[in-house]
């Protein structure tokens, strides 16, 4: 059998900067603490809720202050990381080395909901320039075009990463011996699809243009799509956007009119945006409405929400057209 390429040798064939190299080698390091965790489960004293209610007034579970803790911890050990930002925190966090040239953000537990139920949760991570060595929250935001680099980590059945740096996305399963083995060489999107994902509890608060989109969907091979649609909502976009890449469909997060001033429910800096770079690589499309890209939203602020509609590229054109 021949040897599988690990992650070491994928960035070095990438040419990356070393820095950038070290920087997704220390969080993907990290995502692999964060596995041991979630598969300790109550075992470790993961379950559960913290008793915290964080900077976007949702509670906080045990899970996510543990996985904070990880990729801070080991972020901010690593020479190239410059600062971090994370859902979970109010602010950003410089380092305290002088060094760092990558802003690193992310969402350290994704998909919250599903810790106490054992479904699958996930990390995300998107990685920035640093102006500077002493970053401050303004040098953060930086619309998603400037990523250099974003991954996540699935822990499903498999634990897997998904990494972009610009050059195509790669995936790696992780081995029993800790390992970040190339499984999924080059991931695409196929351009259409016959799946959707959303909330469908949510479906009397959405907009018109996504009631529409969706009904048609819904009347399959009998409306004017013409086709019979299947649909599937994990509740952890980690895990939606996963399959996507690996199958095709759409997610949809979309705004709706129960908080009429708040975009959306998920976060541009550390879900929009490292999202939409790996879909994009992959030849599908991130918008937040069927037309905007997200990688083109400019940021106003660190925890900013944001309507999301990203998948299979002829697909989400219908979502734009409906
Ligand atoms: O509760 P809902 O409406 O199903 O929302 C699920 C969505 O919320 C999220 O769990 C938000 O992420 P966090 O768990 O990081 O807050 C997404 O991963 C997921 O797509
Ligand atoms: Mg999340
Ligand atoms: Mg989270």
């Not at 991954?151 to 499903?156: E, N, W």
């Not at 909502?233 to 956007?241: H, S």
Request: net charge negative; with cysteine; charged share 20%.
């Amino acid at each position: 059998m021949t040897a599988r390429t690990d992650l070491a040798a994928h960035l070095a064939s990438l040419a990356l900067p070393q820095a950038l190299s070290q920087t997704l080698t220390a969080a993907a390091a990290a995502c692999v603490e964060i596995r041991k965790i979630v598969s300790g489960g109550a075992l470790v004293g993961a379950l559960g809720a913290s008793g915290v209610v964080n900077v976007q007034d949702e509670e906080q579970k045990k899970l996510d202050v543990i996985s904070n803790d990880v990729l801070t911890d080991m972020l901010l050990a690593c020479p190239a990381v410059a600062g971090v930002a994370s859902e979970e925190m109010d602010t950003v966090q410089p380092a305290t080395n002088p060094t760092g040239e990558y802003l690193v953000l992310f969402d350290p537990l994704d998909g919250s909901s599903n810790i106490d139920i054992n479904a699958p949760v996930g990390t995300i991570v998107s990685v920035l320039k640093a102006p500077s060595a002493t970053p401050t929250e303004a040098d953060f935001l930086q619309s998603g075009r400037h990523q250099v680099a974003a991954l996540y980590a699935v822990y499903g059945g498999q634990t897997m990463l998904v990494l972009t740096t610009g050059q195509g996305v790669a995936g790696f399963t992780l081995s029993h011996d800790g390992q970040w083995l190339m499984t999924h060489e080059r991931i695409t999107v196929p351009a259409d699809t016959k799946e959707f994902a959303i909330n469908m509890s949510n479906q009397r608060h959405w907009a018109e243009s996504v009631q529409r989109y969706i009904d048609g969907c819904l009347q399959g091979a009998d409306g004017p799509r013409g086709k019979n649609f299947n649909m599937r909502w994990v509740a952890a976009m980690v895990a939606d956007v996963h399959r996507i890449l690996m199958r095709g469909g759409v997610f949809l997060y979309p705004w709706d009119k129960r908080e009429p001033n708040k975009p959306g429910k998920l976060r541009l800096m550390y879900e929009g945006n490292p999202m939409a770079f790996l879909i994009e690589q992959a030849g599908g499309k991130a918008t937040t409405d069927g037309k905007q890209a997200i990688l083109d939203v400019t940021p106003t602020e660190l925890h900013q929400r944001i309507p999301v509609a990203l998948g299979s590229a002829n697909e989400v054109d219908q979502i734009a057209a409906a």
